[in-house]
């Protein structure tokens, strides 16, 4: 049975050939399910209580939770940094609530950028708020590539395969801070930033930094993927 994968939707002002207010979602991760043998389902951004969004996800068999626009300091305790603009508490609030009704159901999730970030606010942790100048690097994070490094007892590790993965796709500004409760890093950057982590009490809750929807062709990209839509085929029967 071909896995149905939970994709959080946006809401967007406008769309081609839409009446009235929309609802948006990245292609490439939509693309990174389909094609790696899974089927996308958008949950709506608005409309659903708190019981029927459990509902929705507890009929589907995994989430994904994509990168986007960074998460309100204040949802970690901070104040924000200049360089912290356009966040968007209802966004907060929606993804906050799929991810931890997705772990209580349990549901494997697969967290990217933004989504991995979401992982560890929800956990309790906090976060870079901004890179070059709450830690600087030789490592450019921002619109680049750069390698990670893995570690071998992993639920990343056993999707790849490999203890380095080279030229991830990095997009980020943000970054783990302090590790939220029940997490555990799996992966980092030459510089030691925080690349990978994971939810040590859940079946498979995965989250990357970098953007494996960007490199649809490598093997680590298509790995994870793989490896996760395993995991969300051998959840409860619908």
């Known amino acids: 049975m071909t896995p149905l994968i939970g994709l959080p939707g946006r809401a967007s002002s406008s769309a081609s050939a839409v009446r009235g207010e929309a609802i948006s979602a990245g292609a490439r991760y939509a693309s990174a399910v389909n094609s790696n043998g899974g089927s996308v389902v958008i949950i709506p951004p608005f409309g659903l209580s708190t019981a029927s969004l459990r509902e929705t996800i507890s009929r589907l068999d995994g989430v994904v939770l994509h990168g986007g626009i960074d998460i309100a300091p204040s949802r970690y305790g901070q104040v924000a940094h200049r360089e912290v603009k356009h966040?968007?508490?209802?966004?907060?609030?929606?993804?906050?609530?799929?991810?931890?009704?997705?772990?209580?159901?349990d549901k494997p999730v697969l967290a990217i950028c933004r989504g991995m970030q979401v992982l560890n606010v929800l956990q309790g942790g906090t976060l870079v708020q901004h890179i070059p100048e709450l830690l600087p690097s030789e490592?450019?994070?921002?619109?680049?590539?750069?390698d990670?490094?893995?570690?071998?007892?992993?639920?990343?590790?056993?999707?790849?395969?490999?203890?380095?993965?080279?030229?991830?796709?990095?997009?980020?500004?943000?970054?783990?801070?302090d590790l939220g409760a029940r997490l555990r890093v799996t992966a980092r950057a030459t510089d030691g930033l925080i690349e990978a982590i994971e939810h040590s009490e859940a079946r498979w809750v995965v989250g990357v930094q970098w953007h494996p929807e960007d490199e649809l062709e490598s093997d680590a990209t298509r790995l994870l993927f793989r490896s996760f839509l395993a995991t969300c085929a051998h959840t409860s029967p619908r």
């Open 139 to 146: 490592v450019n994070h921002w619109s680049a590539k750069h």
């Open 148 to 177: 990670v490094t893995v570690e071998r007892d992993s639920r990343l590790f056993a999707a790849v395969g490999d203890a380095r993965i080279e030229e991830v796709s990095s997009f980020h500004h943000q970054a783990v801070g």
């Open 87 to 105: 966040c968007d508490d209802s966004l907060d609030d929606f993804e906050l609530n799929v991810l931890r009704i997705a772990i209580e159901v």
